[in-house]
C-alpha cells in the first residue's frame, strides 16, 4: 500500500483515472492537483497499515519470540522511512501548486536589415513588426524598442496586410535617398511568460450571440474546412467523452498526435492532412482549427517565428467565454508552453517596393539572446504530465472554477489583432482598456450554457457559416 494509491498526484506520470482529462469525476475534471492535507492523511494511513503488516508478518512467519529490541528497531526504521518518504512526497506535489507551474523567458533582440534601393526614387520597405499581447496562459510584452539607420526615413507607419499570413509591419519610406543602400538596425527586450494555470469552467455550445462575433474564427476557409463530413464521427466521438471545452480542445489535439504524421514542408488544406494522414505543424494546425470550428469552438491558426533559427511554426489558439483566447500545440506533446521557444505573429522576410517592383528579402536577420540563463528541461519538473495517446502529455493545471480577476483575459484573436491598426505594436501604448475590441465575445461566463452534450453537433446548424 505505497503512496502511489494517492492517484491524484500529478507526479504519478498517469497513474489512476484522474489524470486522464475525461475522467469526470473527483476534485478538477483536468486538475490533477490535490491539496497536501488529504495527501497527509493518505499517507498517514498507509504508514498505519505498513506498521500493522510488519507486526503481523513476525507473527505469522514463527518470529513472535524474536528478541522484543530487535523488533522494535526494525519497525521504527520502517516507520522513520515512511515519515521521511511522506514528507518528500508532500514536498513534491506542493511542487506542482497552481502558483508554482510558471515559467518566464527573457530575449535580448538584435534584427539588422541590409536593405537595397534605388537613388533618387521614392522606396518604401515593409519590415515585420512584433506584437505585444496578453493572456490567461501566455504573454508576450515588448519592453524596449528601437530603430537606429544609417539615412533616416522620411515616413515611418505601422500597417498590416494579408498576403497569404496576416502580417504587422513597420512601414519605413525614402522619398528620394542618395545611397543604393541603407541598414536599419532594431533593438527589442521582449519578455515571453507561461504561467501553467488555466481557469475555466466554459461547455458547449456556446450562446448564439458569442458565435455571432466569433464568427471569423468559425467560418470555412480555403485551408480549414470544418464541413467535411469524415470530420463528424471524429467529434462526435470526442463530445461524448468530455464535459468542458478544453477537454474538447485536449482530444481534438491528443487525436492528431495519434493519427497524423508529422513530415516538414507538407502544409496541406484541413482536407489533405484528415484524408493522407500527415502533415507539417501548418498542416495540423488547420486540421486541428477544422475540428474545433466543427464541434462549434473559435479556433484559430497561429503563424510564430522559432527563436535562434530561420524556421517558422504554427499552432492554434481556441477561445473559452471565462478565459478567452488560449494557446494549444497540436503538433507537440508540450502543449501551449511550445510557445516560449518561439514569438508570435512576426515573420522575419520583408520586402522593398519601389519602380522597378516588389523584391521580397528572405533570410534569418536577427541575433537573439536570452538575458538569463533559461533550460526548457525543466518544464519537465515543473509542470504536470498525464498520460497521452502515445507519449507523456505535459500542460497547463486545469481549475472549473471562474477565472480570477487578476487573469488578464485576452478577448480578440492574434489575427485580428494584427490587422487592427487601433492596437499598437509594443507594451509602451497598450493599455488593454483602451483597446478597440473586433471581437466582442461578452463578458466572463455570460456565455457559458448548459445543454445535452449529445446535441452540440446538431444544435450548431450553420453557426460557422
Known amino acids: 500500500r505505497g503512496s502511489l494509491r494517492v492517484t491524484h498526484w500529478p507526479f504519478s506520470h498517469g497513474v489512476g483515472k484522474q489524470l486522464h482529462p475525461c475522467s469526470g469525476s ?3 475534471p483536468g486538475g490533477c492537483v490535490t491539496r497536501s492535507r488529504d495527501l497527509t492523511a493518505a499517507m498517514a494511513r498507509d504508514i498505519l497499515a505498513a506498521f500493522g503488516g510488519i507486526e503481523r508478518f513476525f507473527i505469522r512467519t514463527g518470529r513472535n519470540n524474536m528478541d522484543r529490541g530487535l523488533r522494535h528497531c526494525l519497525l521504527t526504521g520502517f516507520l522513520l522511512a515512511m515519515v521521511v518518504g511522506t514528507h518528500v512526497n508532500i ?3 506542493a511542487t506542482y501548486a497552481p502558483v508554482k507551474a510558471r515559467d518566464t523567458r527573457m530575449l535580448n533582440i538584435v534584427r539588422r ?3 537595397t534601393v534605388q537613388p533618387g ?6 519590415i515585420p513588426a512584433m506584437l505585444s499581447f496578453r493572456g490567461a496562459t501566455n504573454q508576450q510584452i515588448i519592453l524596449k524598442s528601437s530603430f537606429t539607420y544609417s539615412v533616416k526615413p522620411d515616413r515611418i507607419r505601422i500597417t498590416a496586410d494579408d498576403l497569404g499570413m496576416k502580417r504587422r509591419n513597420d512601414e519605413l519610406t525614402w522619398n528620394a535617398p542618395r ?10 527586450l521582449v519578455k515571453l511568460h507561461y504561467d501553467a494555470v488555466l481557469f475555466t469552467a466554459a461547455s458547449l455550445p456556446y450562446t448564439p450571440h458569442m458565435l455571432k462575433a466569433c464568427h ?4 470555412k476557409t480555403k485551408k480549414i474546412n470544418p464541413d467535411n463530413p469524415a470530420l463528424d464521427p471524429i467529434c462526435r466521438k470526442i463530445l461524448a467523452r468530455t464535459r468542458w471545452s478544453q477537454e474538447d480542445v485536449q482530444l481534438a489535439c491528443d487525436w492528431i498526435n495519434n493519427h497524423v504524421s508529422f513530415q516538414s514542408g507538407d502544409a496541406g488544406s484541413s482536407d489533405q492532412t484528415l484524408r493522407t ?3 507539417n505543424c501548418e498542416a495540423m494546425s488547420n486540421l486541428a482549427c477544422a475540428m474545433l470550428r466543427k464541434m462549434g469552438i473559435p479556433a484559430a491558426k497561429v503563424q510564430a517565428q522559432i527563436i535562434g533559427s530561420d524556421e517558422g511554426h504554427a499552432f492554434i489558439e481556441a477561445y473559452f467565454p471565462d478565459a478567452g483566447w488560449v ?3 497540436p503538433t507537440e506533446y508540450t502543449r501551449g508552453f511550445e510557445t516560449l521557444d518561439c514569438l508570435a505573429a512576426v515573420g522575419w522576410a520583408y520586402r522593398v517596393v519601389n519602380a522597378s517592383g516588389v523584391h521580397w528579402h528572405t533570410g534569418y536577420f536577427c541575433r537573439e539572446k536570452d538575458v538569463t540563463p533559461y533550460d526548457d528541461r525543466m518544464r519537465l519538473v515543473r509542470y504536470p504530465m498525464r498520460r497521452g495517446p502515445k507519449a507523456t502529455v505535459i500542460g497547463a493545471h486545469v481549475w472549473d472554477d471562474p477565472t480570477p480577476a487578476d487573469v488578464q483575459v485576452r478577448r480578440h484573436s492574434i489575427n485580428a489583432m494584427i490587422m487592427d491598426l487601433s492596437i499598437p505594436p509594443g507594451v509602451r501604448n497598450y493599455t488593454p482598456g483602451k483597446i478597440r475590441i473586433r471581437c466582442d465575445c461578452g463578458k466572463p461566463l455570460n456565455g457559458v450554457v448548459s445543454k445535452p452534450r449529445a446535441s452540440v453537433l446538431q444544435a450548431r446548424g450553420s453557426w460557422h457559416k
Open 121 to 126: 526614387q521614392k522606396n518604401v520597405a515593409f
Open 26 to 28: 473527483g476534485h478538477r
Open 179 to 188: 545611397v543604393n543602400k541603407i541598414v536599419v538596425t532594431q533593438h527589442l
Open 327 to 329: 494557446f494549444y500545440d
Open 216 to 219: 471569423a474564427e468559425l467560418r
Open 113 to 115: 536589415y541590409n536593405i
Open 277 to 279: 494522414r500527415r502533415g
Open 91 to 93: 514536498a513534491l506535489a
